[in-house]
């Protein structure tokens, strides 16, 4: 019989995906003998856990994600705390993050097409437009950073949006604000790394670098100028087929 890990309620059967901040597992809430549900379980980074009132300041985020009523979004049910470590519960979807899937494309040589790329960020926009609309205690909500790793792309071809709320947490914290600059400034807004300055135009200008990199199988390189990235852009084609740019994209 196979023993599982058990982190609280919860026991973790698999684990599906990682990224810099968290471990997927596919798990199961028990009570007693009996698995009560099937479910998400992102574990968190244990570092973070030692910065003072992290998990309340989380908390009280994952309260203003939970009002939202938009399937797009993956909301968390709750936060469970172990010893050392801390685990944030969602419903269970089934999908790979985009980064799974941009990078089952490098290695098998099927990268995206311009249509798939083009079909994924207009759904992105879409998500953060709804995310946008919405306010908790007079705040507008905003993701944070936008990027491959909080992006799920359902095995139906939607689009779900994750991690809502954490960067705004990591934020309050000198050592949360360097570890996201850290491993997410590729898809960090220049005034949000520079001042702090986050609002709409933070999330939107991390949906163009994750769309780039979905055209052209790589990230953006910030030191380049505009006139060089769309260069680039266009003789570095992600597409299988190497189709053209639709005009319209290259404006």
Known sequence: MSTYEKLGSYLLFEKLSEDKFSKDF??????GSQIQQICILKRLDPSLATLPDFIQNLNQEYEAVKTLSN???IKPTSLVQGKKEFAAVF???EGKTL?????KCGQDGYPFTVEHALLVASRLCTALEYIHSKKFNDQRLMHGYVSPETILVTYDGEIR?????LAHTLLKFSTGKEKLFHDYKSYLAPELIENLKWDRSSD???AGLVLYEMLTG???????DLDDTIEKALMNSNSGDKEPFPDDLKK
């Open 204 to 206: 939107t200008y991390g």
């Open 26 to 31: 596919l798990a199961g809430q028990i009570s």
């Open 91 to 93: 419903d269970f979807v």
């Open 218 to 224: 790589e990230v953006l390189d910030r030191t380049l």
């Open 161 to 165: 949006l994750q991690y809502l709320g």
């Open 71 to 73: 399937p797009i979004v």
């Open 99 to 103: 980064r799974t899937v941009l990078t």
